[in-house]
């Protein structure tokens, strides 16, 4: 847990929270935190669908891709 505060103000601004009121900084850093696992979901839906292209046009298989693209 500590380790993600760290990344947090590092990467994501989380130090430069100015919230004044108590509610206002959890809520802020709360929002923090789930912009972090978006992005997280994000990277790693994209790296799978980036290999799966790869893989795709590596295989011999040339019917699969023209199924695909349609052509």
Not at 7 to 22: D, V
Not at 51 to 67: A, G, H
Request: positive net charge; proline residues 0%.
């Amino acid at each position: 847990m500590e380790g993600k505060f760290g990344e947090g103000k590092r990467f994501y601004g989380l130090g430069r929270i100015l919230a004044c009121l108590r509610e206002t900084s959890e809520t802020v850093i709360a929002l923090q935190f789930l912009v972090m696992n978006l992005e997280k979901v994000l990277r790693d839906t994209f790296l799978s669908f980036f290999r799966w292209i790869i893989d795709l046009f590596n295989s011999n298989n040339s019917e699969k891709v023209r199924v695909i693209l349609n052509y």
